[in-house]
């Protein structure tokens, strides 16, 4: 037996059901099954809830769900033979069209068969004793695995205010990420949305020309700008094809996993006609505004200034002054009520702003008169003004990027569960583990760059990390990996200490926790950028996972 096979024999737990169990089937799961099976010869299965591929994209079919991200860097980069075949048709894809091409990615690769669908993980247990996992599932099945892997996205259990009422309400709602896929009768009907984050942008101008009458509940406006989403031609999908390493390399080592070039560090050192014509320039190219001045995020003035920009777009657009006024999240002394992209900065589509002009689309504002209740037929707001409405769409988004793994039931060594160590917010170890949970790796976890950036980037960094970590287990005979506490505090103080940095923190946003009351509020995603962080994963690894305690069978069953 060579070194490396005597290696792989100490670090395999004998007796367990699989070495490898991923839960989840969407972007990163099906990569990091192919990846622990094609590239480590591991035995895996794959757990995913729902009866097909696709995660996030699998859920979320409202009406115009399309990722915000060029499309041909929303796929994986290392996939050469689906390259070849698969042509995007528009700038931003559109939910089927992503949905397809995570399904042929795991047809082409042979993934299905080692994915069981239809089954929803209940709980994860670590067994101290046996130093192995025990998954259970709906159907009372259970799994023995040595390593664990969630792979369960950053944006999957979805939030629905607690609505007095609501459970009175007879007509039909749902929630964006239940949407059926085909569809809703909205003929005739008046229509509900609550919420103007990056999902209620997007369906509004879809559920509008759907429905005979749309009432758009917002509590708080939004910085919405114009996507221009296009077909793309024949020509430019084959130029962007010739030159895909290279825009993939750009994307890689970029802050934001897309291939963007800023227009200006500043705005600082610019007239005011100079940056207007900057920010005129991307406006009508589409695509978010973060693009033209590189402290965007940073430096108050300079997003004061694109904010500006914005509601004089605003103004420009909407018909009725007062109208648009209610649209503008700005005080009457101009100052942002929330910077610009410090909450996740929405794309219009299809005109939003627009339909606001239409007599059969109506803003209503439930900022300063809340939603008090539901009732069979109607939405009550606290002063007493009622809503009479056929059809809801609950754009209420989610309990994001900690929700989902809390609502796994993971317990780690000395019985402890992962909700009950994060009650006062994730703690992680570069989002990558955590520690008392030795051999559960999270992708694109807590604290990692994920939903700041094109995700896709983050997800495929992460896995390769996981795969190369676990292969030098293997080599070296390692049975176990756990996250150091000191490490994972030191990584803790890190994230906030550079968020503190930027304007994130100053705007009440999912990313700190704010939509979901009683949730701790710190910084949930790591904001340094994916190529900072890129730096950090692989200094890590190359000290032989500094951080991270690497222990046999035996050393480690014995550790605290
Ligand atoms: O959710 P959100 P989302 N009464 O939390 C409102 C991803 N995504 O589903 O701002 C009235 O941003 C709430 O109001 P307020 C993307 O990462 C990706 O829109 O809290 N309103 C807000 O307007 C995105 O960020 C793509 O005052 C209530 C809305 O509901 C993430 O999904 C495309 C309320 C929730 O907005 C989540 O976006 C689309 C109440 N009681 C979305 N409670 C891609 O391109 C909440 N609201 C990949």
């Known amino acids: 037996m060579s070194a490396s096979e005597q290696g792989r024999d100490a670090a395999l737990a004998k007796d367990t059901d699989f070495d490898a169990l991923v839960v989840g089937a969407g972007f990163s799961g099906i990569y990091m ?10 035995s895996v299965q794959g757990l995913e809830m729902a009866d097909d591929v696709g995660g996030t994209w699998y859920h979320n079919k409202y009406p115009g769900a399309r990722c915000d991200s060029d499309s041909w860097l929303y796929c994986y980069d290392w996939c050469d033979d689906v390259q070849e075949e698969w042509e995007w048709t528009e700038r931003y894809p559109h939910q089927p069209e992503i949905q397809d091409y995570i399904s042929f990615v795991a047809e082409s690769h042979d993934l299905y068969k080692d994915i069981e669908f239809e089954t929803k993980v209940t709980s994860a247990t670590f067994d101290e004793d046996s130093g192995i996992w025990e998954i259970e599932t709906e159907d009372g099945s259970s799994y023995t695995t040595q390593y664990f892997i969630p792979a369960v996205g950053n944006l999957s259990k979805p939030f629905i205010p607690d609505f007095d009422g609501l459970e009175d309400f007879e007509g039909t709602w749902y929630h964006t990420s239940s949407w059926p896929a085909d569809g809703v009768d909205m003929e005739g009907k008046t229509v509900g949305l609550i919420g103007t984050g990056s999902t209620g942008i997007q369906t509004m101008p879809h559920l509008a020309e759907e429905s005979e009458h749309l009432k758009v509940f917002q509590r708080t406006p939004n910085w919405a700008v114009p996507a221009r989403n296009r077909p793309l031609e024949e020509e430019e999908w084959q130029e962007l094809k010739a030159n895909y390493d290279e825009l993939w390399e750009a994307a890689r080592n970029s802050d934001g996993g897309l291939d963007i070039e800023f227009t200006h560090p500043t705005a600082d050192d610019l007239s005011r006609e100079e940056a207007w014509e900057s920010l005129e320039e991307r406006w009508e190219e589409g695509g978010p505004l973060l693009s033209v001045f590189e402290d965007t995020l940073i430096n108050k003035d300079t997003n004061t200034l694109v904010c500006e920009f914005i509601a004089e777009k605003i103004r420009e657009t909407i018909d009725d002054p007062e109208l648009a006024e209610k649209l503008i999240p700005m005080d009457e002394d101009g100052n942002p009520e929330h910077w610009y992209a410090a909450k996740r900065p929405p794309l219009a589509y299809n005109g939003y702003y627009e339909r606001f002009n239409r007599d059969d689309v109506e803003l209503v504002d439930v900022g300063d008169n809340p939603i008090a209740r539901f009732n069979a037929d109607s ?7 009622e809503h009479q409405i056929d059809v809801l769409c609950m754009a209420t988004g989610f309990d994001a990027v900690t929700g989902t793994l809390e609502s796994l039931n ?3 060594r000395n019985g402890q569960n992962l909700e009950d160590k994060w009650e006062a917010g994730p703690r992680t170890y570069l989002g990558l583990g955590t520690h008392g949970f030795p051999n559960m790796f999270m992708i694109t976890g807590p604290q990692s ?8 980037v983050p997800i495929q960094q992460h896995v390769e990390w996981i795969t190369e970590c676990l292969d030098y287990m293997l080599e070296n005979g390692y049975q176990h990996i756990e996250a150091q506490e000191d490490a994972e505090e030191e990584w803790a103080a890190h994230n906030e200490e550079v968020a503190s940095q930027t304007l994130y923190p100053d705007s009440a946003s999912w990313y700190r926790g704010d939509n979901i009351p009683g949730k701790d509020q710190t910084f949930l995603i790591y904001p340094g ?7 950090r994963i692989e200094a890590v690894a190359a000290e032989n996972y500094e951080g991270f305690t690497l222990a046999e069978a035996e050393e480690s069953q014995a550790a605290d």
Do not use: A, Q
């Open 379 to 385: 939405i009550v707001l606290e002063d007493g003004t």
């Open 529 to 535: 950028g994916i190529n900072l962080y890129n730096d």
């Open 33 to 42: 099954l192919k990846k622990l099976r094609d590239d480590l010869g591991l």
């Open 410 to 412: 993971i317990t780690g």
């Open 449 to 456: 760059p994920s939903v700041l950036t094109n995700m896709v």
